[in-house]
């Protein structure tokens, strides 16, 4: 179903709520969770959150996925640095040199295992973000197992030079292709820096390299963002047609 493909005369109605999950070491992490109200079956995604922190944007997102029929589950994967505000728990983590690539992937898991959990769930489950979650998103399609599709939305920091890995981030997603375990698309606009046009031609190089199944939209006019409205980088109709991308993918990759 795409945006505004929709039945008049259909009910709808979803559950929206904040949750507890078992994340990375057995950590109870706060997550985000909708669903669509009924018995399902339901297909799940999980939602890594961006550098902006675990904030509304990724609340409305979850949503949208939801209005179209996905069980949706976004973990705060920046908890360990403490309670506030998400510009002042994302400031902490910045401070502290970022969230971990090793405790992301574990609340990823922990999200994941908890969508298949629940009784209306169909038993798929795939991963998204943007931003940095777009880069957490192609990173557990590398190295989670039972990831079954990725869309990956402005993913910066896939393709980075080994001088700015760090302790936290101590591989490039992108020398992990290899691993790419299922299908998976990606969102980008031209104008953007992080990932410039160059780092999105080194990331498709790649995959075509390791024969993956993946398509890449990228967008003229469009830079970093295209779906925050709350900054001058909101591009509306490469957003909604973006939007449709993602929508019709997980689609069809999760319902069958």
């Known amino acids: 179903m795409m945006f505004d493909d929709l039945r008049t005369d259909a009910y709808e109605g979803m559950l929206a709520e904040t949750v507890t999950i078992t994340g990375f070491g057995g950590l109870p992490i706060h997550t985000y969770f909708s669903r669509p109200l009924g018995a399902g079956p339901y297909p799940g995604i999980v939602l890594i959150p961006h550098m902006p922190g675990w904030d509304e944007m990724n609340r409305e997102v979850a949503r949208r996925y939801t209005q179209h029929g996905f069980m949706v589950a976004c973990p705060n994967i920046y908890q360990r640095f403490?309670?506030?505000?998400?510009?002042?728990?994302?400031?902490?983590?910045?401070?502290?040199?970022?969230?971990?690539?090793?405790?992301?992937?574990?609340?990823?898991?922990?999200?994941m295992s908890?969508?298949?959990?629940?009784?209306?769930?169909?038993?798929?489950?795939?991963v998204?973000?943007?931003?940095?979650?777009?880069?957490?998103?192609?990173?557990?399609?590398?190295?989670?197992?039972?990831?079954?599709?990725?869309?990956?939305?402005?993913?910066?920091?896939?393709?980075q030079p080994s001088e700015q890995l760090s302790d936290a981030q101590p591989v490039a997603p992108v020398d992990l292709t290899d691993h790419l375990g299922c299908p998976m698309i990606g969102i980008f606009g031209n104008d953007d820096q992080r990932p410039s046009p160059a780092d999105v031609d080194r990331h498709e190089a790649e995959l075509r390299k390791y024969g993956k199944d993946y398509a890449f939209h990228r967008y003229d006019g469009a830079g970093h963002a295209i779906w925050n409205y709350t900054r001058d980088s909101y591009r509306p109709e490469a957003a909604m047609d973006s939007w449709n991308k993602a929508l019709t993918f997980f689609d069809e990759q999760l319902r069958s």
Do not use: I, K
């Open 114 to 126: 908890f969508l298949r959990g629940l009784p209306q769930s169909n038993g798929r489950v795939g």
């Open 82 to 111: 403490g309670e506030g505000t998400p510009a002042e728990v994302a400031a902490a983590a910045r401070q502290a040199g970022g969230v971990r690539d090793d405790t992301t992937m574990g609340d990823v898991a922990g999200a």
């Open 128 to 159: 998204t973000g943007m931003c940095s979650g777009g880069r957490h998103a192609f990173l557990a399609g590398c190295t989670l197992e039972g990831v079954d599709a990725v869309v990956e939305c402005w993913g910066g920091g896939v393709v």
